[in-house]
């Protein structure tokens, strides 16, 4: 099933039936999933693979994400759910990822899946979701028991599929060219921060391959949101909102350096991006605009007192963690609807810098740096910012990003060094 717009008449007459029981193990989750269209969402081993699909909404345009979460409250308020493990991610849920830009030719989308597999806190559980109507009422309790979908067998491990990435649709000298221009406009005064992407582009020849690809950056990025919804695989460092039982939290990140040869080289490397001055101001211009747009949904809001250093294996980021307590009821996509785009991928004035990378750019950036993760039946959620990620299309093409913060003292040759760095873990899980 698909939704287009806002909500329609017919999704109230929609019924889902869920039932989540706890079993024994599931450990490894990734080689259980899907191995062509994969949707996970998982940190540190834990998390959730979702396989088959119960009901999908498709949204598109401004309102996406708002005509998102009120299809989506419709059909919780409907559905018919016995959940006894009780823990994030159990019940009813739908992965998510919406398009970044307002104009995107790409759509946005909820899944729900026929079968989650969950692990957290070292407990597992199965969720079997399925559809009824109003009328099969009487026969609802055993809806759910009927789905087909057995609990796979964690699959042989594979080889990673090789993909060989060229230019997309910005070469490298056009982007520098790009962000030469935005320093301009910047020093001009129009705006204080922009944030400039590039594009990868290559093919898939072995989609069955893409379990390989998820457990790589697993693996190689194990404290990152690893996902998979819809054709979009990365790994993201950056927690764009996440709810759960009235709490709120979020971690920003802006300012980023390369990772030193060894170890008194990586303190200094991390010591000097604490340091920058032009690090910690694009980092400040983020978490001001994150907390502008969280704080009045929250009865308090609490921030890092400085930002801290995050350790990824190929750089250091700025970091700074957000935490506070809901003060209106809203679900976490209605978070994601106040919150994005952030400065920390648009820019700062968000209204100019939408304007200003649209006309930089030279592309559409699709689901890249549009928020990505999970919904629940009561509307709490995990979402990340869609980050060191690709889009898969169904002809097996695919188009990664990466992008950089550019402020009044970026050098266009250090950013295009930073997107390259930014670009390593998808790069390289694609056998790169």
């Not at 996970?40 to 979702?50: A, H």
């Not at 599929?161 to 962000?179: I, K, S, W």
């Not at 959620?381 to 188009?399: F, V, Y």
Request: proline fraction near 6%; aromatic fraction near 4%; glycine fraction near 10%.
């Amino acid at each position: 099933m698909t939704q287009t717009d806002a909500p329609a008449p017919h999704l109230a007459a929609t019924r889902l039936v869920v039932r989540t029981e706890p079993v024994d193990e599931l450990a490894p989750l990734i080689p259980r999933a899907d191995p062509r269209h994969p949707l996970l969402w998982m940190r540190r081993g834990e998390g959730i693979v979702g396989l088959g699909e119960t009901l999908r909404i498709e949204t598109s345009g401004a309102s996406r994400v708002a005509d998102a979460a009120a299809a989506w409250t419709s059909v919780a308020a409907a559905a018919d759910v016995d959940d006894r493990v009780g823990l994030p991610g159990t019940g009813l849920v739908a992965f998510g990822a919406f398009a970044f830009a307002d104009d995107s030719a790409s759509t946005s989308v909820l899944v729900v899946p026929e079968l989650v597999l969950g692990r957290r806190d070292g407990r597992a559980w199965v969720t079997r979701i399925a559809l009824a109507t109003v009328d099969d009422a009487a026969d609802a309790a055993d809806a759910a028991a009927s789905v087909a979908l057995e609990i796979p067998a964690p699959a042989p491990k594979r080889r990673v599929p090789r993909v060989a990435f060229g230019p997309g649709a910005v070469p490298p000298e056009q982007y520098m060219r790009a962000v030469a221009e935005a320093v301009r406009r910047i020093d001009d005064g129009e705006l204080e921060k922009v944030v400039l992407a590039r594009q990868l582009v290559g093919e898939l020849h072995e989609e069955d391959g893409l379990r390989a690809v998820i457990n790589r950056l697993a693996e190689d990025y194990p404290d990152t949101w690893v996902y998979a919804v819809d054709g979009l695989i990365g790994a993201s460092p950056e927690t764009l909102v996440r709810v759960d039982h009235g709490t709120v939290s979020a971690r920003v990140l802006a300012g980023t350096t390369a990772r030193g040869a060894g170890e008194a080289s990586d303190r200094e490397r991390a010591a000097a991006l604490v340091e920058s001055h032009k690090d910690r101001a694009e980092h400040a211009l983020a978490v001001a605009s994150a907390v502008k747009r969280l704080a009045p949904h929250t009865a308090r809001l609490d921030a890092s007192p400085e930002p801290f250093t995050l350790q990824l294996p190929n750089l250091w980021h700025l970091a700074t963690d957000l935490k506070g307590t809901l003060g209106d009821g809203s679900s976490s996509l209605d978070l994601v609807q106040a919150v994005h785009p952030t400065a920390a991928v648009a820019g700062t004035p968000r209204r100019v810098a939408l304007r200003v990378l649209a006309e930089l750019e030279g592309f559409d950036r699709g689901r890249y740096a549009g928020p990505v993760g999970w919904i629940d039946g009561d509307g709490d959620g995990e979402w990340a910012i869609a980050l060191r990620c690709a889009q898969i299309g169904p002809d097996g093409a695919i188009a990664a990003y990466a992008g950089c913060g550019i402020v009044h003292d970026s050098e266009p040759t250090d950013e295009l060094a930073e997107t390259v760095m930014k670009f390593r873990p998808i790069v390289e899980a694609f056998g790169g």
